[in-house]
């Protein structure tokens, strides 16, 4: 299997862009882009940040699609979904694996259509390895790139629960090599543990999550991160993925997004971070898969306290907002098993609800009162992966590449509608 190898331009604006301008004229009601800058952000660097961060939320409808999952993920998905068909599973050498998910790639990558997809997150490995940007930049879907790297144990945290994220130390000469190959956004995803405030005894591994130390290392983590992403010329997305593995209930839930997305903003504005070029993607507040009212809760109650959450946490100056809807579960013995199969056998919600979810959030907002705070809001959409692409890779496993790319359609289609408030009935 190739090696991912990472290399630093000499001149950052001065490497090869493959990627087409970004169409202002495409962009609706945003017009020309003015923000008074600090006297460190350049005007320049500071117009194609703003602008390539409102692209990935406009026009009204549009999101992302994430296929930033590991190799080892994938190749763990492509088995799972060879289960559901009529062909036994076989075992792959490495370079037949690597083939395979170059090749799974290039079939959602071809198939994500533009008219729904503003932007993909690339795994490095498909960014620079396979150099499949080029498929996305020439359909004027902006490519972007996952940042962060393997998760270790805060020290002294109870039951392995509770992590910090590696890869900030060579972040800056990565992020450069991405956009030097096509990427034009960065995304880095820090995991928080969450469970109920009261005291439950054995039912939750570990105790009352999140501490306060990790949401300070999480929020510090993030900010450095959007602070290095936009040196690189990157736009940051940042992603603060709140567990709903336990026991909180709804309130809970939305308190602790409502903490650590405040505390993300209130750092990346110490980093000194464009916030008018930068992007947040955060989990929808939910009760705890071990909370009995998550059997009863609706879209609506979902809505309500995602809306309220990001009225009170998100500054104004942030131009969007993207949802995901996989998460992963941290109360598990071995944190490098649960890292690396994220969204594989636990986490994530069914792409029905993620897009019942969305859809009752922008609904919520379209029909509130013009005095409610709500209206305020910025766009909000999604970057969803499993959503968009879980029964496609079950057809495309079996052969039906046609029937593949036409899932992938249905579901981006699905997704667009669910942004703009609306529910197609084709996923009722």
């Known amino acids: 299997m190739s090696e991912t190898i990472y290399s630093t331009p000499h001149n950052l604006f001065c490497a090869p862009d493959i990627h087409p301008e970004i169409n202002q004229d495409q962009i ?27 692209a990935l939320v406009n026009p009204h409808g549009k999101g992302i699609y994430a296929t930033d999952e590991a190799p080892d993920v994938i190749d763990t998905l492509l088995v ?34 533009s008219n729904y997809i503003s932007g993909v997150i690339l795994h490095p490995e498909a960014l620079l390895s396979f150099n499949l940007a080029p498929i996305l930049a020439s359909k004027g879907i902006i490519p972007g790139v996952r940042a962060n790297g393997e998760l270790a144990p805060i020290p002294r945290s109870e039951a392995d629960s509770e992590f910090i994220v590696q890869g900030l130390d060579d972040l800056l000469s990565k992020l450069q090599a991405a956009r030097a190959t096509g990427a034009r956004f960065a995304k880095w995803r820090s995991p928080i543990a969450c469970s109920s405030t009261v005291d439950v005894g054995s039912k939750v591994e570990g105790g009352r999550y999140p501490s306060a130390l990790a949401l300070e290392i999480q929020a510090e983590t993030l900010a450095q ?19 709903f593995s336990r026991d909180a209930d709804l309130a809970r839930s939305a308190e602790v997004h409502e903490r650590i997305i405040s505390m993300t903003y209130e750092r990346m504005r110490a980093h000194g971070v464009l916030l008018e070029g930068s992007l947040l993607k955060p989990s ?42 996989g998460t992963q579960h941290f109360n598990v013995k071995s944190f490098a098993v649960a890292h690396r199969a994220r969204s594989v056998s636990s986490g994530g919600l069914s792409s029905a609800t993620a897009t019942a979810y969305l859809a009752a959030l922008n609904a919520l907002v379209l029909t509130s009162a013009p005095t409610s705070p709500f209206k305020r809001l910025p766009p909000l959409t999604f970057s969803y992966g499993r959503a968009i692409q879980g029964e496609a890779m079950k057809l495309w496993v079996r052969g039906d590449d046609k029937g593949a790319r036409a899932g992938i359609t249905e579901r981006a289609k699905a997704c667009y509608h669910a942004a703009r408030g609306e529910i197609l009935d084709t996923v009722l």
């Open 80 to 113: 799972g979904a060879g289960e559901y068909g009529s062909v036994p599973p076989k075992s792959f050498s490495e370079e037949e694996l690597e083939e395979r998910r170059k090749k799974w790639r290039q079939a959602v990558y071809e198939a994500a259509p």
């Open 28 to 54: 609706s009601g945003h017009g020309d882009i003015k923000v008074f800058l600090a006297p460190f952000h350049s005007h320049y660097d500071a117009h194609e940040l703003i602008a390539t961060a409102t």
């Open 284 to 325: 929808f507040p939910q009760p705890g898969l071990q909370h009995p009212s998550r059997a009863n809760i609706t879209p609506n109650e979902i809505a309500l306290a995602t809306a309220t959450v990001i009225s009170r946490s998100v500054p104004p100056a942030v131009p969007g907002v993207l949802f995901l809807s």
């Open 225 to 243: 991160f959007a602070a290095v992403s936009q040196q690189a010329g990157l736009v940051p997305i940042v992603e603060p993925d709140v567990d």
